[in-house]
């Protein structure tokens, strides 16, 4: 059930020059989250924005009822929460979307992230792990500056890494790294068009089931205002009500643009 809530900030991270991240806790019983789903934030302080923005839900403590946030600086909504200190009060509406199908994942999933999609797949890798799997997760982007929180994987997941420029890790996209191409019982993928529609070609052609997080401009969360609507293969859906995770069994439309 969509819940708004004012959570109080109790830790902030920076992470290099473009990114950071809001451990949030609420003084009530936390609404479950799923891996995938994301919440709208409230910016408050800032006149050019209106608009709720979108946050991939990071990180989930259910012990501790923390939620994190992990956030690009793209524009003044994501700069003006940048300024938040602890102790400040965010509003969120959340959970929202349709997260991960974690019961598909058997023994050998892969999770691609890039940039700014590496956010909601450490929330899968933890639980993922809970159920004693042990996801590969290969982590891609320009340079070794803009992979953040590659070690929050490590308790969880077998981690790889690959650099356009060669800075860390494997020396190309991450459809080129080796380890891409074995073969994996599920791929989950979130992250520049671009690179999840790589990844989705790939699994369709190997027959592995993939699903694919999509990015786009989510104005209300609910399917209200019609600004993230996208064509997949059964006609126009939302990506934030119908999605943003989707089965690219679906998304050949997409994937093949």
């Known amino acids: 059930m969509k819940e708004i809530h004012n959570f109080t900030i109790t830790e902030r991270r920076q992470h290099g020059a473009q990114y950071f991240s809001l451990v949030l806790q609420h003084a009530g019983c936390m609404q ?39 956030i690009q600086i793209v524009g003044n909504g994501t700069r003006q929460l940048n300024t938040l200190k602890v102790g400040d009060s965010l509003n969120v509406v959340y959970p929202l979307g349709h997260g991960f199908s974690v019961e598909a994942a058997g023994q050998q999933p892969l999770l691609v992230g890039g940039g700014a999609g590496i956010a909601p797949l450490l929330h899968l890798a933890k639980v993922l ?33 690959a650099t ?9 996209i991450v459809t080129t790294h080796p380890a891409f191409a074995q073969n994996y019982s599920m791929i989950y993928t979130c992250g520049p068009t671009p690179m999840m529609k790589a990844v989705a070609r790939s699994a369709a052609e190997r027959g592995i089931r993939c699903e694919v997080s ?35 069994a679906a998304m050949k439309k997409w994937y093949l643009q």
Do not use: W
């Open 32 to 70: 479950p989250v799923v891996p995938g789903q994301f919440v709208e934030v409230l910016v408050e302080g800032c006149r050019e924005v209106m608009l709720r923005r979108p946050i991939s839900v990071h990180d989930v403590d259910e012990k501790a009822g923390t939620m994190t946030l992990l």
């Open 129 to 161: 792990a809970s159920k004693g799997i042990k996801p590969t997760v290969l982590l891609g982007g320009r340079t070794a500056s803009l992979i953040p929180v590659q070690d929050e994987f490590l308790p969880y997941a077998n981690v790889l890494v």
């Open 164 to 172: 356009d420029d060669g800075t860390l890790g494997h020396h190309g």
């Open 214 to 248: 999509l990015e786009n401009m989510m104005a209300c969360g609910v399917g209200a205002c019609l600004c993230c609507v996208t064509d997949i293969d059964q006609g126009h859906r939302c990506v934030c009500k119908d999605g943003p995770v989707f089965d690219i």
